[in-house]
Structure formats: structure tokens, C-alpha cells
């Protein structure tokens, strides 16, 4: 309703500033230089009724611009370049405003002026050049509000994709690998040194790549899947030292999906979330499948809930619902499918990247 209010009160204000012009213009040409036929009492009532006749016909044009623009910028300015989409739109301006200003005149005429022959030919061919000047004034107008209102769009949707970036930053780096995989990594790590120095050395170097590619990356809004990909082999292989053979990882990538672009730790989160809802032990093993195709990343486990409440804010999984609300309209998805948790998630393509 304050949109609407706006408007008209625009209308209202253009109308009263545009329509006195040319009225005042006749009445001082007519006043100053006179006229044969009309004394200055005649020529003030023909003043009072040339504005009248003026506001009317502004008004209208006024309201049926807006009306225009409204209606036909909304339906092409995805379809049509601007330069094409203006000049569409003034002839089909100019060719209703010159009929209403034609409409109008005829009927003040007939009941006000009674102009005839030479007189009211004249007078038509004086407003419909008036209303030729007034659409191109107004359709100038209307296009710059229009602009001016795109920026101001554009500006604040990107200021708010930049503060939900920071946002998604900032929570990503809290949350992602949690303090508690630290507590179980140097646990499995300080019982490596005591019995299997060589892998324990092998176990330093792949928890020092996941530091590295959590430092490295940390400020991406993407990296490519490879990257990511190289990244989870590390972490697998921490994993599968504290979980042994009860855990058991399964990657199908199809190669054309590699230089595809994910955000940062998404396949940390999944896999993790994985590991921290479900029952690993001999009796009951946990699968997981990692598989990219068709400009998607499932991952995918048997679903055995563990037994006792595990809590948990979902930040994790809507953080990453978040970061891909500043990427793509594709949606992200969670959820028990069958006897198994299915996460899916959508893979960004070059293209895409270029345009953000």
C-alpha cells in the first residue's frame, strides 16, 4: 500500500508541474502579444479552462505511463535488450498517449472550446505535438526512476549476499573439524607412537594436509571437487585409523564431474555427520558411498542411528544449506531414504562460477 501511495503521489506532483507549462505559455503569449478577438477577462477564462484541459490530459498520460512501464517492463526486461525494450516502449507510449490526448481534446471541445475548421486542426496538431513532448519527458523520467531503483536492488542484495558470506565464513570456520575430531585425533595418535611409530608418522602428515587445506581454503566461497576429493582421502584415512575396518568408505566419481566446483569442507561435514550419528562396531559396520553424476554429490551411509540421544543444532548441515543459497538456486538436500541417509548436494559448474 506505500508503494502504491508513492506512485500516485508522483503522478500528482508530475501532473501539477508539467501540466501548468504550456497553459501559462498560452496565457502569457496571448496576454503580452493579445488577440484580436478576445478582451484580458476572456483571455484569463480561457487560461482557468487550458489548464484545467492541461491537467486533465497530463494526469491521464501520467497514469497511463506508469501503468505502461510497469506492465511492460515487468513482462520484457529479460527478454529484450534495454535499447530495445525503450524504443518499444515509447512508440507504444507515444501511440496512447496521442490518442488519449486526441479523446480528451474532442470532448473539451465539444462542450468548452467549440473550436471548428482550421482553428481545431490547429489546436489538435499544437497538443499532439504537446503529448509527442510530454511521453518523451515522462518515459525519461519513468526509465531513470526505474534504474535508479534497479541500483538501489542490485547495491542491497549485494550487500546482503556479502554479509551472509562473512556470516557463512565465520560459522563454517566454528564448526568445521570440531574440536572433538581434534580430542579423538591425538588420542589415536599418542597410541600410535607407542605401537606403530611408522604409521603414526604417516598419520602427522595426513592430519597436517587437513589443517593445511582447512587454512588454504578457508575464505573460498568454492573449490573444484578434485581438490575437495584429495582433501577427503586424508580425512578418511584419520578416520579409518580410530575406526579400523567397521568403517568402510566407497568413491564413484564420474571424470567429467571433477573440475566442478563445491563449497569448501562439504565433503568433511557430510562424512562427518555420518560418523557422529551412527553406530560403527564390528556387529554393525558403517558404509559410506561417495558418488558425483549428473551435476550432483551424493553421500550416502547405512543408516543405524545410534541408541543414545545424540544432540545436535543442525548447524553444520544448515550452514551448508546457507553457503549454497549464495551460489545457486538448486537445492540441497537431507534425509532417510529407505534403510539409508541420503545427503545430496548440488555440483556448480564453471559457468555458473563466472557469473557470481
Not at 142 to 157: F, G, N, P, R, S
Not at 170 to 198: G, R, V
Given at each position: 500500500m506505500p508503494k502504491i501511495s508513492s506512485q500516485f503521489k508522483t503522478i500528482l506532483w508530475g501532473t501539477l508541474i508539467v501540466s501548468v507549462v504550456p497553459s501559462a505559455f498560452i496565457f502569457f503569449k496571448r496576454w503580452f502579444l493579445g488577440t484580436q478577438d478576445q478582451d484580458g477577462y476572456e483571455t484569463i477564462i480561457d487560461f482557468i479552462f487550458s489548464t484545467l484541459f492541461s491537467i486533465v490530459v497530463t494526469f491521464s498520460i501520467f497514469l497511463s505511463n506508469f501503468y505502461l512501464i510497469t506492465r511492460f517492463t515487468k513482462a520484457n526486461e529479460n527478454k529484450l535488450s534495454d535499447v530495445k525494450r525503450i524504443i518499444y516502449f515509447l512508440i507504444l507510449s507515444l501511440i496512447a498517449s496521442n490518442l488519449i490526448m486526441f479523446v480528451e481534446w474532442k470532448i473539451f471541445n465539444a462542450f468548452i472550446f467549440k473550436c471548428e475548421g482550421a482553428i481545431e486542426r490547429e489546436h489538435i496538431l499544437e497538443?499532439?505535438?504537446?503529448?509527442?513532448?510530454?511521453?518523451?519527458?515522462?518515459?525519461?523520467?519513468?526509465?531513470?526512476?526505474?534504474?535508479?531503483?534497479?541500483?538501489?536492488?542490485?547495491?542491497?542484495?549485494?550487500?546482503?549476499?556479502?554479509?551472509?558470506?562473512?556470516?557463512?565464513?565465520?560459522?563454517?570456520?566454528?564448526?568445521?573439524?570440531?574440536?572433538?575430531?581434534?580430542?579423538?585425533?591425538?588420542?589415536?595418535?599418542?597410541?600410535?607412537?607407542?605401537?606403530?611409530?611408522?604409521?603414526?608418522?604417516?598419520?602427522?602428515?595426513e592430519l597436517a594436509n587437513v589443517y593445511r587445506y582447512v587454512l588454504d581454503k578457508k575464505d573460498n566461497m568454492v573449490v573444484e571437487l578434485n581438490e575437495e576429493i584429495d582433501f577427503m582421502q586424508s580425512f578418511i584415512y584419520l578416520n579409518k585409523i580410530r575406526f579400523g575396518e567397521n568403517l568402510s568408505v566407497d568413491v564413484k566419481i564420474d571424470s567429467n564431474c571433477l573440475n566442478t566446483y563445491l563449497p569448501p569442507l562439504t565433503l568433511q561435514l557430510l562424512i562427518e555427520n555420518a560418523l557422529k550419528h551412527n553406530i560403527i562396531s564390528s556387529a554393525k559396520r558403517l558404509h559410506i558411498t561417495i558418488a558425483a553424476a549428473n551435476e550432483t554429490l551424493v553421500v550416502s551411509n547405512n543408516y543405524q542411528p545410534r541408541t543414545e540421544k545424540i544432540h545436535s543444532t543442525h548447524i553444520g548441515l544448515n550452514n551448508l544449506t546457507d553457503r549454497y543459497k549464495l551460489i545457486t538456486n538448486k537445492q540441497v538436500k537431507f534425509g532417510i531414504e529407505n534403510t539409508s541417509y541420503v545427503a545430496s548436494v548440488p555440483l556448480i559448474s564453471q559457468v555458473t562460477i563466472e557469473q557470481i
Open positions: 497538443n499532439q505535438l504537446l503529448a509527442t513532448i510530454l511521453v518523451i519527458i515522462v518515459s525519461l523520467a519513468l526509465e531513470i526512476k526505474h534504474y535508479i531503483d534497479k541500483l538501489k536492488a542490485t547495491v542491497a542484495e549485494n550487500e546482503r549476499l556479502e554479509r551472509e558470506f562473512i556470516k557463512a565464513q565465520l560459522e563454517s570456520l566454528k564448526m568445521q573439524i570440531s574440536p572433538h575430531f581434534l580430542f579423538n585425533s591425538f588420542n589415536a595418535l599418542q597410541s600410535l607412537i607407542e605401537d606403530n611409530p611408522e604409521t603414526a608418522k604417516v598419520f602427522v602428515k
